[in-house]
T-cell receptor, first 115, second 114 residues
């Protein structure tokens, strides 16, 4: 069955430090890939997505992610985190798009920022 | 352009009751998906509607149902509520047929079953 794994439930980094959140997916073909962020009490906001083309994707708020087919990974990175980045981050895949808009989410990684 | 609107934002119900949640998608979006978010299970797909038809359904019991109206607004109904149905219910809308679009999420309805 298709799945998305975020191996880190919690991550703590210091403000100004770099960040990498891991995401691995299980699927026979290349899915559509997303990273969402959820602040407390809020819905989900799309940070970036990969549909095809350049495997390094730039998103909002200074985030980027790299699709690595050989590793079935789509890790999220940011060179320098800000206190406002503290939130929960979800990696997600869609097996088709515009025909069947079903998104499968990972369990999420909660990011804590130390001052 | 207004975002995805979910009503109500908060709801408290008693076991055995039923509840209806509403989602108004972004204007022009014809696909509406519903998700349940709980601390234990994370975000799980409930179902997706497109042009008033259910296109896909997740692994939830028949107590969970939905529908979509001609104006693309969608409702989700849960009957015979159980304590385990307490969750944040999120709705997302998207616009199929316009290339690599994204799904836009509402702020959710927080349902508490007591």
């Amino acid at each position: 069955a298709q799945s998305v794994t975020q191996p880190d439930i919690h991550i703590t980094v210091s403000e100004g430090a770099s960040l990498e959140l891991r995401c691995n997916y299980s699927y026979g073909a290349t899915p559509y890939l997303f990273w969402y962020v959820q602040s407390p009490g809020q819905g989900l906001q799309l940070l970036l997505k990969y549909f095809s083309g350049d495997t390094l994707v730039q998103g909002i708020k200074g985030f980027e992610a790299e699709f690595k087919r050989s590793q079935s990974s789509f890790n999220l990175r940011k060179p320098s985190v800000h206190w406002s980045d503290a939130a929960e981050y979800f990696c997600a895949v869609a097996l088709t798009w515009n025909r069947d808009d079903k998104i499968i989410f990972g369990k999420g990684t909660r990011l804590h920022i130390l001052p | 352009k207004a975002g995805v609107t979910q009503t109500p934002r908060y709801l408290i119900k008693t076991r055995g009751q039923q509840v209806t949640l509403s989602c108004s998608p972004i204007s022009g979006h014809r696909s509406v998906s519903w998700y349940q978010q709980t601390p234990g299970q994370g975000l799980q797909f409930l179902f997706e509607y497109f042009s008033e038809t259910q296109r896909n359904k997740g692994n939830f019991p028949g107590r969970f149902s939905g529908r979509q109206f001609s104006n693309s607004r969608s409702e989700m109904n849960v009957s015979t509520l159980e304590l385990g149905d307490s969750a944040l219910y999120l709705c997302a809308s998207s616009s199929p047929g316009q290339g690599n679009t994204e799904a836009f999420f509402g702020q959710g309805t927080r349902l508490t079953v007591v």
